[in-house]
Each structure stands twice: as C-alpha cells, then as structure tokens.
C-alpha cells in the first residue's frame, strides 16, 4: 500500500530535506474502510456466510436429533397452547406470571433501590448505622447467586414454621427474592447516577434556598436517572429473564411449564417456545431503550426550535 | 450605585477565618456592605475571593469569625440556611443552569419550590425578567442551546426570581469568550444602577472602576487593601496592591 501513496508523500520529502527535518508520512499503512457499494456488497456477502453456515450446520444429517428435539413446531405449539389431557400445562399462560412478576417486582425494585442509593449517600450521623446496614446488603445481595436466595427463601422460610410467613405461595417467595436481589443491583445503578451529577448542580440549587430534599428531587435525581436509563432498563430485561428462576420452586411459569411439557412428551420444543416469548419481550424492551436515549437527546435539541 | 447616607448594613463580616487542610485561604476578613452598595473584590486567583463568597451564603463553614446578615448571626444556632440563602442571590462562574429544566423551568424552580409560588404566577414572573433581559423568546429552551452570555444572564435572572437582598457574583465572566462579557457585565451594570446590593469577586478591572463604590484587593487570604475605585485603581498606598495592579496593566488588562 505504501507504494501507492500519493505523489505527495514523496513531495514532502523533498521540502523537508531543504529544513532538515525528517519525513513524515500522513499515509495509513492499513488498507483503506470499504465504503459505499462496495460496503454495501461486502456486508451483503458476510450475511450470506454467516446464514449459510448456521443453515447448512442446522439442516445437516447429524443435527437431526437436535431438529426433531428442539424445533418441532408441532410440539413447541402444543407447549405453546397446553393440553391437560395430557397434564401439559401452557407455557404460554405460564409466561403471564413472568410478565407480571417482573412488572410488579420492577416497581418495587426502583422504589425501594432509590431508599437504598440516597441511605448510602446522605451523611447525617444519625443515619450512620443505616448506611453500614445498607452497605452490608448490597455487598451481601450483589455477592450470591439468586438461584441459591430463591432456594434459601423457597424452601428455608416455610420450615421456619412461622404462622403465616411461612404458608405463603411460592410466587410471593420468589417475588421477594427477586426484589431482594435486584434492588441491591439497582441502588447501585442509582448511586452511581446521583454521583454522575457534577457538585456544582447541587451548589446552584442550594443556593438558590432548596432544601436537601428538593435538591435530591428536583435537580439531582432527573438528571442522575437520565445518566443512567440504559443501564436500569438493562437490568430490568435482565430481571425479566430472571424471573425463570422462579422454576426452581415449582411455580408454572414459563421454564416450568416447558420442563414438564418436556417430560410428558421427551421432547424440548417447549424451551425453545419459551425462549422465543422471553425475546418477545426482551428485544423490545432493549430497543426501546435505545430509542428513549436518542429521544433524549435530540428532545433537548428539538424542543429549542419550537 | 451611590451610597445611600443611612443605609442598613447588609452584610458585615469580622475577622472571617477558613482552612482548608493545613492551607489558610481566609485569613480574618473584615468586611462591611450597606444596602444599594456594590463591592469589588480583586486579587490574583487564589486570593480567597471565592471562599469568601462561599462562605457568605453558608456554602462552606467558617473556622472562626462572625458573619451578619442585617445584623442576624450567621452562626446562630437556629439559623436555618435555606433561609439564609433564598434571601442570598449566587452566580457562578461556570452558570451551573440546570441542563434538564428548560430556561423557564430554570427561572421558577426557586419562586415556586422554595417561595411557594403558583407555577402560572412564577412563570409570568420570569417571562417578565427574562423580557427583560432579551431572553423571553428562549424561555422554551434549554440551557444547552444558549451561548455562554446567554446562560449566565439566565443565571442572572434566575437569582433575581428570588428577590434577593444581596447578590454574589464570583468571577461570572472568567469562563465566558471575550466578545460575550459585555453584554453579562452591562446587565450587572444595570442591576447596580438600580439599587442592588452586590459583592462582586471580578478581574475585570475596567468593569470594577466603573461600578464599584469599593473595592477591595486581597492578597493571601487577608484585604490588604480597600476603598473606593479611584483611589484603588490611581493612588494605591500598599506596595502589594500597586504590584499586583502593575502586572494588570503589563497583561493589558486595565
């Protein structure tokens, strides 16, 4: 490639041989970015590749029992749709629980995650045990694995044998679970966000007279939860997808439901109908996410005009 | 803009001392302003004329010393300094607008949440002193969209929504482009010539001779020296003063 650098390269030789300073080069030695159609033509070729592969490794005659196992549509319909006769539950109803239980729990989530972030940054000496307190929780809620807190509260808590705590449905032990786990992970997204917002935010507005409080409220957390949007709907696709976990207690959600569709019928098209409905919901979300950031930022831009 | 013979004492401060770490930045300011009177305050950048500020509208602690704000103790135990400060107008030298709140939004976050105000009343309020200012039209904007005189005459004008008794300007043209200072330092100008109380940290020494009644020069955390700006500026006794004054003139800056 070097060689067929512009003439100018070696005209700047010449010029720099007259001061004496050394030649530069204002060449990349790399071969220039695809552009235009011939990007175009080369992205179109590498899809064509790649898909053909995944296609010709799928359609091969040794991938036919991973075929059969997992794709049938046949049966990922009828774990779709359920059949009691057969004592196979729907996968489909079974996915209302995780919506739902996400819904609800992402709520909880990002009110109580809030209570959590401003504990851990206020500094009134009276709050100092809270914090260690608040501290030693997301340590401890961050640090272990939620399937082993939902195995610990599924089946710890009911042979505690505390009267009504401990008779509850497992759908409210998950529920806690998740909450408990999540809200740890959120205060941090919060905690960081907060602090994203520079000193000086906080200077202007106390000076103008607004308490504390009002300065959380009004000046900080807006523009803290605006830094980090992305991040807090990223965990809550993750939450979503977390919900599975609930399986693990015998709830018939989703995961539940394809594992016994799977077992009454030795087949495991149910998963894979399952992870279709997660990434019904799961793609969306992320690409909402993406789109509230670009609104966001053209909002400000746009809104000027007007 | 002239002394007013009997005006109340605004602002008076004895013998304010503030550390940081083992680095003295106040080093016993005596300091008195009375009503309509608009002070100065020059010196090199690291002088304290920022803390001082700070600490007039309790943003940092004194070590020790008295403020008085029309007379009432700073330091007094019931103080409360949301009070202190909805009485207290501050601009800074970087705006510090709020980049989420639209101009307007900007300007009424004080009157309605500190003052109470009723949003439609507060927002007729600041379209008034934003038309003032030749800024109605962007009260739909945010902040983001302005140039930099246009922000820190918002800011400005946000401090003035809280109708306040004393305003603090530190350095509110440092961080503005040179062709945008005038039109922030005319508005200032305006506001001294209406009566308002002001305690102005600046190096724009043009703009302090023209406004001041006083100036004070400090050095080293201390005032060194004060008076008014024709004395200060052409016959200044402190071989300090006249040294730091020098090194203006050889930047062509006065």
């Known amino acids: ?306 | 803009m002239t002394r007013v013979p009997g005006a109340p004492i605004v602002l008076r401060t004895t013998a304010v001392r503030k550390s940081f770490g083992d680095l003295e930045v106040l080093q016993g300011i005596d300091l008195a302003i009375a009503a309509h009177e608009v002070v100065c305050l020059i010196g090199s950048s690291g002088s304290g004329k920022s803390t001082f500020l700070r600490c007039c509208n309790l943003l940092e602690r004194i070590d020790s010393g008295t403020i008085e704000l029309f007379g009432h103790d700073l330091a007094h135990e019931r103080i409360d300094e949301n009070q202190v400060r909805r009485h207290i107008g501050m601009v800074f030298q970087s705006f510090n607008l709020f980049p989420h709140l639209s101009v307007l939004d900007n300007v009424t976050l004080g009157p309605r949440r500190v003052l109470g105000e009723e949003r439609r009343g507060a927002e007729r309020r600041a379209l008034e002193l934003l038309a003032r200012i030749g800024l109605a039209d962007k009260a739909a904007e945010y902040p983001d969209r302005l140039s930099g005189g246009q922000q820190q005459r918002v800011a400005i004008v946000r401090s003035l929504a809280m109708e306040p008794r004393l305003l603090l300007l530190d350095e509110i043209t440092s961080a503005l482009d040179p062709e945008l200072v005038s039109e922030v330092l005319e508005l200032v100008g305006e506001l001294a010539h209406q009566g308002m109380t002001m305690l102005i940290a600046t190096h724009e020494m043009g703009f302090a001779r023209e406004v001041a009644d006083s100036v004070c020069f400090l050095e080293g955390g201390s005032i060194v020296e004060s008076g008014p700006p024709e004395r200060i500026f052409e016959d200044p006794t402190e071989p300090a003063t006249r040294r730091f004054l020098q090194r203006i003139i050889a930047a062509g800056r006065l």
């Open chain 1, 1 to 306: 490639m070097v060689g067929q650098a512009p003439r100018d390269a070696t005209g700047g030789e010449a010029t720099s041989s007259v001061t004496g300073d050394p030649p530069i080069s204002l060449y990349s030695s790399h071969r220039p970015r695809l552009r235009g159609r011939a990007g175009a033509s080369a992205s179109a070729i590498s899809t064509v590749v790649v898909v053909g592969a995944i296609a010709l490794v799928l359609s091969s005659k040794s991938a036919g029992p991973f075929r059969n196992g997992f794709l049938d549509l046949h049966q990922m319909w009828l774990a779709l749709v359920g059949d009691p006769s057969k004592g196979i539950v729907s996968v489909g109803k079974g996915f209302f629980l995780n919506v739902w239980l996400s819904l609800l729990c992402e709520g909880l989530v990002l009110v109580l995650a809030l209570g959590v972030a401003t504990l851990r940054l206020t500094r009134g000496p009276v709050l100092l045990p809270f914090r260690g307190l608040a501290i030693a929780y997301t340590d401890f809620a961050r640090g272990v694995p939620v399937i082993l807190v939902m195995l610990w509260i599924g089946f710890g808590v009911p042979s505690l044998n505390l009267g009504s705590v401990s008779s509850q449905s497992p759908v409210v032990y998950a529920g806690f679970v998740l909450v408990f786990s999540y809200t740890a992970y959120v205060s941090e997204v919060y905690r960081a966000g907060i602090l994203s917002v520079p000193q000086a935010q906080v200077q202007a507005a106390r000076s103008l007279g607004l308490s504390s409080r009002t300065t959380l409220r009004r000046v900080v957390l807006p523009q803290a939860v605006r830094n980090v949007l992305p991040a807090l709907l990223n965990d809550f696709a993750s939450l979503q997808k977390d919900t599975a976990i609930v399986s693990t207690l015998g709830v018939a959600e989703a995961v539940h439901s394809a594992q016994i569709a799977g077992g009454v019928e030795f087949n495991y098209s149910g998963f894979t109908m399952a992870s279709i409905l997660f990434l019904l919901v799961t793609i969306p979300l992320t690409r909402y996410t993406d789109h509230v950031m670009a609104r966001d930022r053209t909002r400000r831009l746009a809104n000027a005009a007007t």
